[in-house]
Every structure is written in C-alpha cells, then in structure tokens.
C-alpha cells in the first residue's frame, strides 16, 4: 500500500511540474505580448499555437502508466484516433521545430518573439524529459506527439495537430 502510494504521489508531482512549467511558459511569453486572458490554465495553453498551413495549440500530454519509448504503432494510433496502417514518422525535436526556432533576416518584431518563445519551449522539454521523440500520425492532418520520460518514467510531453497539403 505504502508502494503505490508512493508512486500515485510521484506520477502526481510529474505531472503538476509538467502542468506548471509548461503554462508558466505559455502565460511568460503570451500574456504580456497577446493580452491573454488567464482565466485557467487551458486558455493559456491555447495562446501558444504551432504554425503549419493552419494554426493549432500545443497542449499537455501525460499517460499516467509508466511506458518505455519508443511507443507502439497501435498504442499511437489509439491515441490519434486514427485507423490501422495509417503513416506514423518518428523525428527529433530539433528537427520538428526548425522553421519555428529560426529567424529570418527582415523578419518582424512579432516573428522574432514567436522564435524565441519556441526556443524557450524547446529548452523546457528538454530540461524536464528524457528521450524525446516526435511522432507525426497520419497525412495532410497529421497528428503530432512530443513524448518524452519523466524523471519517474511516466510518458509526457505535448500533441498538436499540423496541416501538411503538399
């Protein structure tokens, strides 16, 4: 009893210290600059959208069971909700966030801020996770998982959805 107890209470402060890096980062870099409003934490989250052909939030991931990565390709599409044989990449984190990180020669004050607030992004992931993998589910509307380990193996990270058409 006094095992799972243990457990339940480290799964709990992952998953609270995953919660709070990743919003203070949200809440940091958006609400000065876009006026959002924190009314919980989920608006928050929504602030920080990942640009493809379309614009979609990156939101908070955690699977309570611990797991080792890589994950398997049922288990990922279970998650997608996405059907068997469905196209599922695997790519690093520097890889999946190398147009958002960089900054172009004439590139507004607006875009420069974006850059930097994905730079810090990526620099919290890697602070609290452990090898990181990027899965991208799925074509045209791919899914996207940035899972990592927790310092107590559950997996963690953040899942957005990019549009992809040519």
């Not at 339940?8 to 958006?30: A, C, E, M, P």
């Not at 600059?33 to 990156?58: R, W």
């Not at 080792?68 to 520097?94: F, G, M, S, V």
Request: charged share 20%; proline share 3%.
């Amino acid at each position: 009893m006094n095992q799972l107890y243990h457990q339940r209470q480290t799964n709990k402060n992952d998953f609270i210290l995953l919660h709070t890096i990743f919003f203070i980062t949200v809440v940091t870099f958006n609400h000065t600059y876009y006026g959002c409003t924190i009314k919980k934490n989920e608006d928050a989250a929504a602030c920080l959208l990942f640009v493809s052909e379309s614009e979609y939030p990156l939101q908070l991931f955690y699977k309570e069971q611990s797991s080792d990565l890589p994950i398997p390709h049922a288990e990922l599409l279970r998650w997608a909700c996405k059907p068997p044989r469905t196209k599922i990449e695997k790519t690093d984190l520097n890889y999946f966030f190398r147009h958002a990180v960089n900054v172009y020669a004439g590139a507004s004050d607006e875009e420069n801020f974006q850059a930097d607030q994905f730079i810090h992004l990526k620099s919290v992931l890697n602070e609290v996770l452990t090898n990181i993998v990027v899965y991208r589910i799925g074509e045209i509307h791919i899914r996207v998982y940035i899972l990592g380990q927790t310092k107590s193996g559950m997996i963690a990270g953040l899942q957005t959805t990019v549009v992809e058409t040519t």
